[in-house]
DNA sequence: CAGTGGTCTAGACCACAGT
DNA sequence: CTGTGGTCTAGACCACTGC
């Protein structure tokens, strides 16, 4: 039937399999390490590495001498993926279209502090630009990039480039966090995205770290219903 | 400095330092296993263990003959956690009330197929009810569960019990899909969230299925800006 | 063909938590 | 103390792939 599926990818189905499906339920104790050792025919490494692995993804708890179980779902966990918006339009069939409203450099104030952990009065800039979909503008982008951080973005125009493929060749990799939060469009952002004051939108605000320190704060506004995002159940291992 | 790590951690956290600081580029080839046995002074298998995790989690891509390569970044995975909507109030240090506003049996409609997958005219169980934090709405949940897939939900009142609680222990474990976009309240929302026709209101559409069943779709809404959801970057690994 | 990673073994020692 | 999982070793064979 399956196609010779290594020992411990076995294993770890077999699990699995009687715990999604419900035969082994929240609290069940599976066998011990080496009660698959004989079942299995195998040794305690390949055991152990299956059991590992379906404790790193959160299906079973491990404890020491008293044994493996299968743990209570807890938290949701949801994978969510966000793409380039380039790429987004594009899955859409809508052309692209990118645009600079405004670029500023600036010292930082203390309500900056808010959306990105620099002192105050370190240099950034500031972006605004709209992403189109056909002649719709489909999302309003607003950014700060720290200079202390990526000093390079002060020689970078963005009037091409938006600044999020920018950022991507350019930083590293990262940390990030993400809020996720509806709002009604105020005068400035309805009149950019061309709605009607008071649209409810949606908002995605993302911070970006390298290294500890503060790389980019972007606020991406959504008009209207026109944007979801999906998620996906994550399946962790496989 | 270090807390004696295991061996095989260390090696991750290494290569994923120097991947993550940027001092490993993309496409930058990483020792092979046997000069890092060298490095590290232990076993392949534990040197195999760090990059087969590093692998797994995306950072790093294995071929053989060739050797291990950083891997360009690629679709930004945030992971988002949905906790239950008590536990999210009682986190907020208010207080948690939950109120069933009505109970349905009735068969599925054509409308119902696109919220849940079920055929025309097979039973359902619909329910709308409120959660508050304090004296306030703070979410509108409108669920319907598939009685075909869990014909128990039909005994249920689900007076005191929310439905999210009650289907966590009952139903095993299943794979889901969220969506999530802004709307503005129109009026029967408005009403029963307290909040003026037109706010704009975050709404999370999750499906669930169990074993290819449909289980049940339900669509909470959050009113206003009073709800955020904050996904953290996946650090995988660790 | 040769070198890489993928997998596996049959041991071992240790830390830790119940008894 | 005992039994569990956590980690590690020093080998081994195989599959794949690039030369």
Redesign the interface.
């Known amino acids: 039937m399956d196609a010779e599926l290594p020992i411990h990818q076995r294993i770890l189905a077999d699990i699995r399999g009687r715990?999604?499906?419900?035969a082994w339920?929240p609290g069940h104790r599976i066998p011990f390490e080496h009660e698959l050792t004989r079942e299995y025919q195998c040794s305690r490494?390949t055991v152990n590495k299956a059991l590992s692995q379906l404790a790193k993804s959160g299906l079973i708890e491990r404890r020491r001498k008293s044994g493996s179980f299968v743990k209570?779902?807890q938290?949701?966990?949801?994978?969510?993926?966000?793409?380039d918006i380039g790429t987004e339009v594009r899955a859409l069939r809508l052309p692209y279209r990118y645009e600079l409203v405004q670029r500023l450099v600036r010292a930082a104030t203390r309500a900056d502090r808010e959306r990105i952990a620099v002192t105050v009065g370190s240099p950034l800039v500031e972006l605004t630009c709209l992403h189109f979909a056909g002649v719709d503008p489909f999302c309003l982008e607003e950014r700060l990039i720290s200079l202390a951080t990526v000093p390079e973005a002060e020689a970078e125009g963005f009037g091409k480039t938006a600044p999020s493929a920018w950022l991507?060749g350019k930083?590293?990799?990262?940390?990030?966090?993400?809020?996720?939060?509806?709002?009604?469009a105020e005068a400035r952002v309805a009149k950019l995205l061309d709605v009607p004051n008071?649209?409810?939108?949606?908002?995605i605000e993302r911070r970006t770290w390298?290294?500890g320190k503060p790389v980019t704060h972007v606020r991406l506004t959504?008009p209207?219903?026109s944007?979801?995002?999906?998620?996906?159940?994550?399946?962790s291992d496989g």
Chains 1, 2 share one sequence.
């Open positions: 715990i999604v499906s419900g339920p490494m209570r779902p938290s949701q966990a949801a994978i969510l993926e966000i793409h991507l930083v590293p990799w990262s940390a990030a966090e993400h809020a996720i939060r509806a709002i009604a008071g649209t409810a939108c949606l908002v390298t290294d959504y209207g219903d944007h979801r995002l999906v998620a996906r159940f994550a399946p």
